[in-house]
């Protein structure tokens, strides 16, 4: 492809993008759930509108304020990596919970997998952070899948073993992970 047919692309992509961001907010403003916490997904990754974190936690808080686990975890995210609010990684571990609570398998994987993985409110255990993502990961959790792969590829808690963490990304990949296409795409193991 030549640099004119990339930058024609490109726009196209753009172009693409602001119509369903502006699709989004007008059905977000009847109150839809879902609509809302896609627009505050577009704000958050500045996706057909310019990237406004601060935007974003405002959506999502009013929508975990409301018990949607998706928001909780997302808000966790935010929390977790001071995006539109200050770090603060016990408000992380407290919209981890709240999600974990409600039986969400992504905020299990948040509060208990990365928690121990990264020392979040607890001490810092690679062995037990591998347990959580194995658990996670053998329940179908596509996040579980794929933070287990990255374990086994490098080497984090576990021997590494690139055909391990191959069989991990594809079981992630298969449920659309695109960051477990992306390891693979990288490791010349995809499709």
């Keep these: 492809m030549d640099v004119d047919q ?16 502006h699709l989004l907010e007008n059905v977000a403003c009847t109150g839809h759930a879902v609509a809302q916490f896609h627009l505050a997904k577009c704000y958050r990754n500045g996706r057909g509108a310019e990237q ?4 974003a936690v405002e959506i999502y808080r009013n929508l975990a304020d409301g ?3 998706q928001a909780q975890v997302a808000l966790g995210c935010c929390y977790e990596s001071g995006e539109g609010v200050d770090q603060d990684y016990g408000t ?3 919209w981890y ?4 609570d409600q039986g969400s398998e992504d905020g299990r994987l948040h509060i208990l997998g990365e928690s121990y993985y ?3 409110g607890v001490t810092q255990d690679h062995i037990k952070a591998i347990e959580w993502y194995r658990k996670s990961a053998e329940q179908g959790n596509r996040y579980g899948q794929k933070y287990l792969g990255y ?3 490098y080497g984090w808690g576990v ?3 690139i055909d391990t963490a191959v069989f991990w990304y594809r079981k992630s990949a298969k449920q659309g992970n695109k960051d477990a296409i992306d390891k693979l795409k990288s490791l010349g193991k995809w499709p």
Excluded at 52 to 55: E, Q, R, Y
Excluded at 97 to 100: E, H, L, M, P
């Design 151 to 153: 374990c086994y590829q």
């Design 159 to 161: 021997d590494a073993d």
């Design 67 to 69: 018990g949607i686990p």
């Design 97 to 100: 919970s709240k999600a974990a």
């Design 52 to 55: 406004d974190h601060a935007k």
């Design 6 to 21: 990339g930058i024609i692309n490109w726009y196209k992509r753009r172009a693409v993008h602001q119509e369903i961001f």
């Design 118 to 120: 990264y020392g979040y």
């Design 92 to 94: 992380t571990i407290e």
